[in-house]
């Protein structure tokens, strides 16, 4: 009796999963994921694509997760008009994106033969995310309901290139669902025209400088860590990145890779052992395979430039890493 009860509680727990994941497909915005993962992928082309094709202009291209997306290609575009470098700017980035996933578009990207790529490259790029209330929770012989959803949403997001920060807050989850459940639709966000960020759209939330209690208290409620960071010789994205590496030098297209600015509420969750290893990372990339890197993550740590404590807010010129990050670009161009 006992067993089948179990096996009643099992089944009706996987329903369940199932159906918040169907849910949850369901009100996820039908137009980003065509973006991020058709778009890209289209050989054919789209109308972005078609724009380089028509362009006779030198490009530079920025490229990277949601992170790298938070620079403003529009404002680092007008910088270096201002110095009389007539580059176009592209940002590239692709929510959720690591080396491994970058792997499989690098080659449309090279097509068309940018003058420069700036790769952005964080802890999260070379390890794992795990959900908070999984760690330290008591074994059990019966499977975890909790576990089944985990699983079966993770693969899901792993598919279509969810970013993380996209399903951050049960909260938020919770209210969409029973919304779309009762038929009501949120309004409309008001995005940012980004005409040469076409794969990563921003809305006026993301431009919300949040102050150093809210940053604390978001830090406080961030549902995931990172898992440690794998060996050099053992990570999978280390390897993909060599090998974009080798596919940008073939091309001699060239290339800065810049490590991704963080808060420092976030840097102080960040493991020595996590530590330790991305500085290898970093390291191997500089002195191995003589590419420029320039460290961003712990540089502007206390700028009034947050929107999370893993994410700038989107802005104009002012904001710190876009003046830098011109900087750099502008001296590399102009050597």
Do not use: C
């Not at 400088?209 to 994205?237: C, G, H, Q, T, V």
Request: no cysteine; hydrophobic share 35%.
């Amino acid at each position: 009796m006992s067993t089948q009860k179990t096996i009643i509680s099992i089944f009706i727990s996987i329903t369940i999963s199932v159906s918040i994941l169907l849910l949850f497909v369901n009100y996820y915005d039908q137009t980003i994921i065509s973006v991020e993962k058709n778009s890209i992928l289209n050989q054919n082309g789209t109308n972005f694509y078609s724009k380089l094709s028509n362009s006779n202009n030198e490009k530079i291209f920025l490229i990277g997760s949601s992170q790298i997306g938070r620079f403003n290609e529009t404002n680092i575009q007008y910088l270096l008009y201002e110095n009389d470098q007539n580059y176009e700017v592209y940002n590239l980035a692709i929510s959720g994106d690591t080396p491994n996933k970058r792997l499989n578009t690098i080659d449309l990207v090279l097509k068309y033969q940018p003058s420069l790529i700036v790769y952005g490259i964080g802890y999260r790029d070379f390890a794992d995310v795990q959900i908070l209330s999984e760690i330290d929770k008591p074994d059990s012989i019966l499977p975890d309901p909790e576990n089944i959803s985990t699983l079966i949403i993770t693969s899901f997001e792993n598919y279509l290139e969810f970013d993380l920060e996209l399903i951050k807050s049960p909260k938020t989850i919770t209210i969409k669902l029973i919304k779309q459940i009762l038929g009501q639709k949120d309004p409309p966000k008001n995005l940012h025209d980004r005409p040469n960020s076409p794969f990563y759209h921003t809305s006026d939330s993301n431009s919300i400088i949040l102050n150093n209690f809210e940053l604390k208290r978001s830090m406080a409620a961030f549902p995931y860590k990172l898992d440690s960071i794998n060996p050099l010789n053992e990570n999978k994205d280390v390897d993909a990145l060599k090998e974009i590496i080798n596919k940008i030098q073939a091309q001699k297209i060239n290339l800065i890779i810049i490590t991704i600015p963080y808060s420092q509420y976030y840097l102080e969750t960040v493991t020595q052992h996590n530590e330790n290893e991305f500085d290898l990372i970093i390291d191997y990339l500089s002195d191995e395979l003589d590419i420029e890197i320039y460290k961003f993550h712990k540089n502007f740590t206390n700028k009034n430039i947050w929107n999370s404590n893993d994410h700038i807010a989107v802005g104009n010129s002012s904001i710190t890493p876009n003046v830098e990050l011109t900087k750099i670009i502008s001296n590399f161009i102009g050597e």
